[in-house]
Each structure stands twice: as C-alpha cells, then as structure tokens.
C-alpha cells in the first residue's frame, strides 16, 4: 500500500489567524493542508509498533492497524527511525501524516513556538490558597513578562468567576504579577475560560485551574508539537499530589488511579483512543482552534473540556498528550469530598451522550465478544468459552489472508477478546452497577461471574501498578471509585431523559481482523468542571 500524495483538509468553518502581540505565524495560521509539516520534522515509532515479515509491515496503533509498505515506503521508514527528518515530498509528508493519525508512530517537531508565544488563563472561584499556589510554580516556568497594559503573550489573566471573598482573590492575583478580570455572576469553568482566552491577543492560550502547581520547564516539552500546523492543543500528564491532611490509603490509592493522571506514554487524544480525553486542568490550546470552534461550551459545568476535545478532533485537528511534561494537581483529602468528585464526573456521561454519540459508550465490543461474555454472566460457561474459542477463529482466519503471521494473528484476536471481556466488567462496575445488582438478586447462575467481575479487573490493576496498598483495601477503593462513578452516570442520565450512556457499542473487528475491540474505558472520561 503506498502513501497516498493527498490527504483530506480538517472542517473549519470560519477560522482565520488571528495576530496577536508577539506571536508567530507559525502559531497563529490555521491549518490549510495537513501534510505541510515544517522543515526539521521527525517521527519516532511507538514502542509498540511491530515490524513483520520482510519488514515491508508495520502493525501497531489503537485500535491495532496493519500498514503494508511498498519497498520505497519501507526504506523511507527506515530512515526516519535512525533519525532523518522527514523529507520535504508530498509522498514523505502523507506517510508520516498516516503513521502518527494511526498511532504507530509519535511526532518530534522543531520548535517554533516558546513561552514567549503563550498567554496563562487560570479560572478561580474562591481558591485564594490554590491561585497563590499556582502563580508561584509559574514564576518559575519561564513565561515573559509582558507589556504594561496589553494582555498578550506572556500574560498571565485570572478570571474570577464571581468568588464571595473577590478581594482576597484579586489580592492574591495581584501578588503574583497576573491581571485580574472579575466576572458579575458565576456562570463555572466554561465560561470563565471563555472569557479568559477572549481577553487576550496570545497565539496561544494554556489554561490552567487554580491549585495546580506546573513543573519547571512544562511548557519547553508541549509547545514544539505546536510546529505542526494540525495541532489544536496540547495537554502534559496531571499527576496527583498529596493534600495535606489525606489518609495515606487513599493517597497510595490516588497516586496510581488518578482520573486527572492518563499515564506515563504518549498519544493522539481521540474518543476510544489509549487517550480518550485530557482535562483543562492544564491544556495549551491554539487561539485559531479556538475561534474556529467557539471555545468552551457554557451550559456544560462538568465534561466541557471532554466536550472541546472531541469536538475539535471531529473537525479534523489533532490533540496531543504529552507526559514528558508534569504538572502538579491536588488530590480529594477526604473520602467523602473523594466521592463526590467521582459522582461529579459520572454526572457528565449522559450530556457528552447527548453530543457525541457512541463516543461515551460505556464499552465498545464485537458482537462475538458480547454474546460470549453474556453466556457466561448467565451461567453458562462452556458456551460463552465456545462462543469466545469461534470469535477469536474468525479474527485470526481474517487476519491470516492479509499476511499477518498465524501466531501474531492468533494472539491479537485472544488479545482482543480478552480486553472485551474487561472492558464488560469495567462497564458492570461503572455504568451498570444498579442493574448488575439487580440481576445477582434474581439470578443465582449469575452471581459468580458478576462477582469476578468486581474482583478480578481491580486485581489485576493492583498486580500491574503495585501502589503502596494492600490488594484488599485498594480493591475496595477501586469499588467505591466506581459505584460513585455509576451513580453520577445514573443521575446524569435520569436529568437528561436519556439512556443513551449506558447503551454499549457493537463493533465489527476491521478488515484484517486486527481490531482490539473493547478497550477499557479510562479512569473518567469526564474530569472537567471545578477543580
């Protein structure tokens, strides 16, 4: 398969650069063609990319994709892997486009962006510690200072959402060298943002809550993806910090299931991704994406930077997660205001539904998978293991009469079913728990395999990431997590007259039978609104 010469421009409707003070163009231009990388740009393969055969197929990405090289492609690729930048060929720039838009492969752009193009939006509503804090770290982040008067690059702007105690937070503002825009009603994070990036001329905007504290140098690592004129926006790894006050478990706990934290490796953020979402809690975004979709949407108080995000890779921009780059975020001290965090994020389930379809669907599996696993929750084992057995056949037979090898093949199809299996017990937990209830009730067959679907996911989570807990009190952690979660959905779903959130999606396996279907979901695919 060769590399296409033409690739389909995003849908933006409206977008024009916008020029801002000291802002490049390489910040500001929308993009036109999506195969104009700049000159200087490189890849790196995902570590795990596989080559097969004569090295004429590349096998990787999520969902798990086959590319076949021509000879011309194979040794282009060779090159790019020991290093080379890509050359400056419409063919070159389309197979690099198609190996990162797979995920096979990850970008290492020049940089043409630096602080000095990036204004800070940090939105408060009675966080005087939080803001002070933050404003601290960004002292030492390298953002210049800007002109007196011009709320351009370099400024840093915090919008206070009509906080009661306004003095102390426009003091504490003020101490730490920002400009203080005060809102006259509390309208949340959304339209705080809005108000924020609107405010300023930067190229641009990385948004920031109020409590989050970003290590030095966060912004050297995300701005050169910003050399790609595809890229709306960026976001670093969130970690967890420990609130003072917190109980060790529920800080062990936290340190290795945050919702904010989306993991050590790098990705293009997509619905049904590795990376399924990033939180504003720390994003920079381009102004021109920005302007083009409209900002944040205000009638969502929760899930309105899921909402951003999809919205913007729907329109055809890319996204980005880069872990290289941490910013600090403080976690829940209390097992009760723990909770209601986790009933917060549920509650946006049936809202993001409502916009964007099947992308929050509680797991997305093959029919196959579906019907073996629910002969197992009815109590019959051998005709679910049955049913389990001819679905990974047709994967492998499928994938087969493409080339794949018969053991690569064999081990991607049980691969596939297995995380199924997973990401049904992961929705039995986070989307069904009232209804996984009710059928244990009334159903005695059922009840093993439902309470396997409690224990072993967790289990095998606490065997993966070895927190400093116990299995038993983490496991239990990891229950309440997600029945706090179900409720949210449940609610969420009952405010908005729609089950549409809890509705699975059936998924074929893709032609060369390599689709892992049924990747379980992420810690919340919604962890917006106040922080």
Do not use: K
């Not at 993001?352 to 997305?364: I, K, Q, S, T, W």
């Amino acid at each position: 398969m060769s590399p296409r010469a033409e690739y389909p421009p995003p849908v933006l409707q409206g977008a024009r650069p916008v020029a801002g003070e000291g802002a490049s163009t390489a910040v500001n231009a929308a993009p036109a063609r999506p195969v104009a990388l700049p000159g200087g740009f490189r890849i790196s393969l995902d570590r795990r990319t596989r080559v097969t055969g004569d090295g004429t197929v590349l096998v990787g990405g999520s969902p798990v994709r086959r590319l076949r090289l021509t000879p011309a492609g194979r040794a282009l690729v060779d090159r790019l892997v020991a290093g080379e930048p890509v050359p400056a060929t419409a063919a070159a720039r389309a197979l690099a486009r198609r190996l990162l838009d797979a995920g096979l492969a990850h970008p290492r752009p020049p940089a043409l962006a630096g602080p000095a193009d990036v204004a800070v939006v940090i939105p408060v509503h009675d966080d005087r510690d939080g803001l002070a804090a933050t404003l601290a770290a960004l002292a030492h982040s390298g953002l210049p200072a800007p002109a007196e008067g011009v709320a351009g690059s370099g400024a840093v702007l915090v919008v206070d959402d009509a906080s009661p105690a306004r003095e102390r937070v426009g003091a504490a503002g003020r101490a730490g060298g920002a400009t203080v825009l005060r809102r006259s009603a509390c309208g949340g994070p959304a339209a705080a943002r809005n108000d924020g990036w609107r405010a300023t001329r930067a190229g641009l905007v990385a948004f920031l809550d109020a409590n989050c504290e970003p290590e030095p140098g966060w912004l050297d690592a995300l701005l050169p993806h910003f050399g790609d004129p595809l890229v709306a926006a960026v976001a670093p790894r969130v970690a967890s910090a420990a609130a003072p006050g917190a109980r060790r478990w529920l800080t062990a706990y936290e340190d290795v299931f945050s919702p904010l934290d989306l993991g050590p490796r790098e990705a293009n953020v997509r619905p049904r991704g590795p990376v399924a979402y990033v939180p504003t809690a720390a994003l920079v975004v381009r102004r021109a994406a920005l302007e083009a979709g409209g900002g944040f949407d205000e009638r969502l108080t929760v899930g309105e930077d899921v909402d951003l995000v999809w919205r913007l890779v729907a329109a055809g921009w890319t996204v980005r997660y880069e872990p290289r780059a941490t910013v600090r975020h403080p976690m829940r001290p209390t097992l009760r205001a723990w909770l209601a965090q986790r009933y917060r994020y549920g509650t946006s389930a049936a809202a993001l539904a409502r916009r964007h379809g099947e992308a929050v669907a509680p797991a997305v599996v093959s029919p196959w998978t579906a019907a073996a696993w629910a002969l197992v929750v009815a109590g019959a084992p051998r005709a679910g293991a049955a049913a389990a057995v001819a679905s990974v056949a047709v994967r492998a037979r499928r994938a087969g009469r493409d080339g794949l090898p018969v053991t690569e093949a064999i081990r991607r199809a049980a691969s596939g079913e297995l995380r199924g299996g997973l990401a049904l017990g992961s929705a039995l937990r986070r989307a069904w728990a009232p209804a996984a209830v009710a059928a244990a009730v009334v159903g005695r067959r059922s009840r093993p395999a439902l309470a396997a679907a409690l224990v072993v996911p967790p289990l095998l989570d606490w065997f993966a990431r070895r927190p400093r807990l116990d299995p038993v009190r983490f496991c239990g952690l990891r229950l309440a997590d997600d029945v706090a979660y179900a409720a949210g959905v449940w609610a969420g779903c009952a405010r908005e007259r729609s089950i549409r959130a809890l509705v699975p999606a059936l998924a074929s396996p893709s032609a060369a039978g390599l689709r892992q279907t049924g990747e379980p979901p992420p810690p919340s695919p919604s962890p917006g609104g106040r922080p």
